[in-house]
């Protein structure tokens, strides 16, 4: 995996991870991707492999891990060809209770942190809304003051783990007259009154992850349940999202490196004319664009990577790494596909997989038209 260029310091956790993936999920993947399922058992096996804690504290029975090793992770385990699976887990063990190991109450921390860690007790996070989409600005799911306690009223879509989470995160507005100061996330366990799956969704890719429209009526949580303090769920959902989205762009690179030297492979194997097919100039050609596409992204993210992991204003440089590393993949993937011919747009090869599921990155945790935004405001405000 030319991956570990940029961590030469964890060759042997991505030695490990590696062989986990090959060993343990590859084999069973294409049939979770049949059955649109795959089991709570592949978090209790990560979990037993103190995989689903690289960024929680010691404290809660994590690693203590930064993001260099996290990256580290995601460009390995993203190798397996299911990001549905990859994502799903990554929410979970990189964001959601990384979030909540950030910001939690003490008391959901040690509640929740250590199974978490453990793949006991899984977690979703709950942003997008039907009529909001990437417009967090404009969601309409309320939390009120009630006595000593918060009510939450509204509706969440295309959730991550929505329909398989113990608990979940959920950003809600507390003060529609306070602006970015009126937010507040809160975490709400899914056994709580009012709350319930409204749905699972179907999909174009990502078939092994489950994805569902959340609905809450009236769901009554207590101040323990608030990340932070009232008001800060804005600026910590700006924050998180830096991380989400490189973790998407991180997976993305994975994936895309997948598919060339899956190309590259059966360019070599199939002949056509007497010779290989790699040997035929627009092969050549399509090869050679997917490696320089693949070289800039990685050049790229790794620089958002350094950013972040060293504390750094990356806000803008992640957005670019996203945008041109997720929007590529899938070109590489469509190039994949084309290099195979027919064989590529069969099930019996990968190519088409991963281009169902890498078309999703561009889409998801802010699409490229939001990054191309705040690069665009960024550079607006420097003039």
């Known amino acids: 995996m030319r991956a570990g260029l940029y961590y030469a310091e964890h060759e042997a956790f991505i030695d ?3 062989k986990i993936v090959d060993q343990e999920l590859t084999p069973k993947v294409s049939e979770w991707e049949k059955a649109h399922h795959f089991p709570n058992e592949v978090f209790t096996l990560l979990g037993q492999q103190g995989y689903l804690g690289l960024l929680i504290s010691e404290k809660y029975g994590g690693v203590g891990g930064d993001y260099k090793l996290a990256g580290a992770w995601c460009e390995t385990f993203g190798e397996l060809a299911s990001v549905g699976l990859t994502v799903g887990v990554n929410m979970h063990s990189l964001v959601i209770s990384h979030a909540l190991d950030l910001y939690g109450t003490e008391a959901a921390k040690a509640h929740w942190l250590p199974k978490a860690v453990t793949g006991e007790a899984l977690c979703a996070y709950a942003f997008t809304e039907p009529g909001a989409g990437s417009d967090l600005a404009n969601i309409r799911t309320t939390a009120t003051r009630r006595g000593s306690s918060w009510v939450i009223n509204g509706s969440k879509t295309f959730i991550t783990n929505g329909a398989r989470a113990d608990f979940i995160l959920v950003l809600t507005k507390t003060d529609p007259n306070a602006g970015y100061g009126g937010f507040t996330t809160f975490l709400v366990d899914t056994k709580t009154k009012g709350f319930k799956v409204s749905k699972k969704l179907d ?3 990502w078939h092994a992850s489950d994805t569902a ?5 009236d769901v009554e949580v207590d101040d323990a349940c608030v990340l932070g303090k009232v008001g800060e769920g804005w600026k910590q959902a700006a924050s998180n999202l830096n991380w989400e989205r ?3 762009t991180l997976t993305s690179l994975a994936g895309a490196r997948v598919c060339l030297e899956t190309a590259r492979r059966y360019s070599n194997d199939r002949k056509a004319f007497g010779k290989p097919i790699g040997e035929f100039s627009d092969v050549r050609g399509y090869l050679l664009e997917m490696e ?4 800039l992204g990685e050049a790229l993210a790794h620089r958002a990577l350094d950013d972040l992991t060293n504390h750094r204003d990356c806000r803008v440089l992640v957005a670019a ?4 590393v997720c929007d590529e993949a899938v070109w590489i993937a469509d ?3 084309q290099i ?6 069969t099930t019996e090869f990968t190519p088409e997989r991963w281009w169902r599921d890498l078309r999703l990155m561009p889409i998801g945790g802010g699409t490229s038209e939001i990054m191309a935004s705040i690069i665009s405001k960024e550079l607006a405000r420097k003039a």
Request: a positive charge; glycine letters at 12%.
């Open 16 to 18: 490990s991870v590696s």
């Open 203 to 205: 999909k174009l890719g």
């Open 213 to 217: 429209e959340l609905f809450f009526e």
């Open 246 to 248: 490189l973790m998407l």
């Open 292 to 295: 320089r596409k693949l070289l």
């Open 321 to 324: 790494a996203k945008r041109m």
């Open 335 to 337: 190039k994949a596909i």
């Open 340 to 345: 195979h011919g027919g064989y590529g747009y």
